[in-house]
């Protein structure tokens, strides 16, 4: 199942191949398998803070 993530990437380890991802809303950063990540890509929506949700389930 695939998710959209909306956030920052704070950090990227090569030696791990793990990405740090600070997800919007004051979340705590999460550590991201590179080979899980799809894609990263700007929001075509704009949104102010308080719209964006942390993440939400992918509709193609």
């Known amino acids: 199942m695939l ?3 909306y956030g920052t ?3 990227y ?3 791990t191949g793990r990405v740090e991802f600070a997800p919007m ?3 705590p950063a999460i ?3 590179v080979h899980r990540i799809v894609a990263l890509t700007g929001d ?3 949104r102010s803070d308080g719209q964006v949700p942390a993440h939400e389930p992918y509709e193609g």
């Open 3 to 5: 998710h959209r993530l």
């Open 9 to 11: 990437v704070a950090s």
């Open 13 to 15: 380890e090569p030696g």
């Open 25 to 27: 809303g004051g979340h």
């Open 31 to 33: 550590a991201v398998p």
């Open 44 to 46: 075509r929506q704009p």
